[in-house]
């Protein structure tokens, strides 16, 4: 379990950076994870069953599933094909 540093915001149309390394955990080749409001509740998830060939990213942009991608766009829009 992560928890963010308090007063910590996305707000809509925002980017939030994290990098694994960072993490008191590591992210598995299957795995998930899940983001809860400050509430408990369900805010986002994701799941995969096979690590990513180079990065994975949610196409369209913000909104649709997560794809494999060829190219990292860490905080800017993602590069969907």
Same mark, same amino acid.
């Given at each position: =379990? ?14 939030? !950076?994290?990098? $694994?390394? +960072? &993490? @008191?955990? =590591?992210? $598995?080749?299957? $795995?998930? !994870?899940?983001?809860?409001? #400050?509430?408990? !509740?369900?805010?986002? +998830?994701? %799941?995969? !069953? ?9 196409? @369209?942009?913000? %909104? +649709?599933?997560? #794809?494999?991608?060829?190219?990292? %766009?860490? +905080? &800017? ?5």
């Amino acid at each position: =379990m992560y928890t963010f540093p308090p007063n910590t915001v996305i707000t809509p149309g925002a980017r939030l !950076v994290i990098d $694994d390394t +960072g &993490l @008191p955990f =590591m992210l $598995d080749a299957a $795995d998930d !994870v899940h983001l809860f409001s #400050r509430f408990g !509740v369900l805010v986002d +998830g994701a %799941t995969w !069953v096979a690590q990513a060939a180079r990065t994975r990213s949610r196409c @369209p942009d913000g %909104t +649709g599933e997560f #794809r494999d991608t060829a190219t990292p %766009t860490k +905080g &800017l829009a993602n590069a969907c094909p």
